[in-house]
């Protein structure tokens, strides 16, 4: 019995509960590599259209057509669109970010609980095993001493 103690109390502490909440955290964990990859791609897609907007302004500086003038505002106006859309995901990176640390909480929260609890049912077994037995010892007793009154 004293094995079977050791055994819940050293038991493997997933409940459903655990395993919901790490399938969760794992999902969470996956949209947000994916979306600071889709954050690195744009960066480098920004840079790569500065770089057309410093070409086409030094093109516009070394001849002042319409068409250049409007190569400078579209590539101006592009720019501006990624780098909106790189601060819209920047926002939803960081909140993926609080949601993943949050959720890593929460998991080691409910698996110390869990821990806890395999402790409490461990520690109420080791003492309700001990009362058990002494309550046995007692009857045991109880019966030596009736047989010995009996024999006489």
């Known amino acids: 019995m004293r094995r079977n103690v050791r055994t819940i109390s050293k038991q493997s502490v997933e409940s459903d509960e655990i395993k919901a909440q790490a399938a969760a955290l794992a999902a969470v964990e996956r949209k947000l590599a994916r979306l600071g990859q889709r954050i690195a791609q744009m960066r480098e897609k920004i840079a790569e259209r ?10 516009l500086g070394q001849e002042r057509t319409p068409e250049t003038a409007r190569t400078v505002t579209s590539a101006m106006s592009k720019l501006d669109a990624m780098i909106g859309r790189r601060d819209a995901m920047l926002e939803e990176y960081r909140e993926l970010k609080s949601m993943v640390r949050d959720q890593r909480a929460l998991c080691k929260a409910l698996e110390k609980k869990e821990e806890a609890k395999q402790k409490a049912v461990a520690k109420f077994l080791k003492e309700w095993e001990r009362n058990y037995d ?13 047989k010995r009154l009996t024999r006489t």
């Not at 500065?50 to 093109?59: E, G, I």
């Open 134 to 146: 002494r309550e046995i010892r007692i009857r045991e007793k109880n019966v030596r001493q009736r």
């Open 50 to 59: 500065r770089q057309a907007l410093a070409d086409a302004r030094t093109r």
